[in-house]
């Protein structure tokens, strides 16, 4: 089934999906990784240096387009797309070839990751850009740096640096969502890295909706920033996926809670948008009860309804 059916029929979560992955070519998701328990993943250099190795050689054998990354301690999160539909093939290679090294090297046995990877897929432009921010800033916000350029085992210094050497990594995605001149777009980079580090984040392995609320906290501090970017349709153009900026939803949500009992023809309209909005987004009938202030009876009649 393509994308885009599964985005109208409210499919394609905003959370993190142990399960039924989605593997559609272009896709940018977000892919987290961690280990079973408290077990660690990397215990020196020279694991890192494995993991970026192979993390290379997957990429290259698969077609993979690498976006970010950060090799935590006891967990790894990547930003990438499958040039073709081969995501689950190329994650399994990669963590399969890391844990059998792992437990050769260290002579342990059993399950060294906590179960299958996460994916998360970056709907828009502007959660796009959160993602990274939110991935470069890990090691800050788990107390391991207050600079996130000093941690080593991230793709932060690609991002920020003029100089910074080239890679199998490709920035120039994510910064081009900032500015067509690589050098200004570094700039506001690492301005919004300085100021996301200023903001409280949750745990997305803990909390699903962490990076979600973390753009918006940014998009609130940015609005100019966030505003622009959600007009440049990147992912649209690449994977065919167009959905409405979520701090715009914001917005109209917020209209709504202030007037739910509105009934004119305009504005049912404008609540059905929203509301298949959020669907798209993976939110549950619940949810959007809570979300918009409107009873479930509500939302079905205008779902129906033909407008």
């Known amino acids: 089934m393509d994308a885009l059916d599964l985005i109208k029929e409210g499919k394609i979560k905003r959370y993190f999906r142990a399960t039924r992955k989605l593997n559609h070519p272009n896709l940018i998701s977000h892919i987290t990784q961690r280990a079973a328990g408290k077990e660690p993943l990397f215990l020196e250099k020279t694991d890192y240096l494995f993991m970026l190795g192979l993390l290379k050689d997957v990429a290259d054998n698969a077609s993979l387009r690498i976006y970010a990354f950060c090799l935590m301690p006891n967990h790894i999160h990547l930003l990438l797309s499958p040039k073709e539909g081969n995501l689950y093939d190329a994650m399994r290679d990669l963590f399969s070839r890391y ?22 897929v970056c709907l828009d432009d502007s959660y796009l850009l959160a993602a990274s921010l939110y991935i470069h800033l890990n090691p800050v916000k788990a107390g391991l740096v207050f600079d996130p350029l000093r941690y080593r085992w991230s793709s932060s210094r690609l ?7 080239k890679s199998f ?5 994510i910064l081009h969502l900032l500015s067509e001149d690589q050098i200004e777009g570094k700039e506001k980079y690492r301005l919004l890295l300085k100021q ?3 903001l ?21 501090v940015f609005p100019s920033f966030f505003k622009r970017i959600g007009k440049k349709k990147r992912i649209a153009t690449s994977s065919g996926i167009d959905l409405a900026a979520m701090e715009e939803l914001e917005k109209q949500i917020e209209a709504i809670r202030i007037s739910p009992f509105d009934s004119k023809p305009e504005s049912r309209k404008a609540k059905k948008y929203i509301i298949e909005q959020l669907i798209a987004r993976g939110y549950k009938r ?12 509500t939302i079905y009649n205008i779902l129906k309804s033909p407008l």
Do not use: T, W
């Open 169 to 173: 990594i490709d920035p120039d995605f």
């Open 99 to 120: 844990a059998m090294q792992f437990n050769r090297k260290y002579e342990r046995k059993g399950h060294l990751f906590g179960g299958p990877y996460r994916q998360a």
């Open 200 to 220: 409280e984040a949750a745990q997305v392995l803990e909390q699903e909706d962490a990076i979600e609320r973390f753009h918006l906290k940014l998009a609130s």
């Open 159 to 165: 991002y920020c640096e003029d100089d910074a050497p």
């Open 286 to 297: 619940a949810e959007i009860v809570e979300r918009l202030g409107l009873s479930r009876k």
């Open 196 to 198: 996301g580090s200023e």
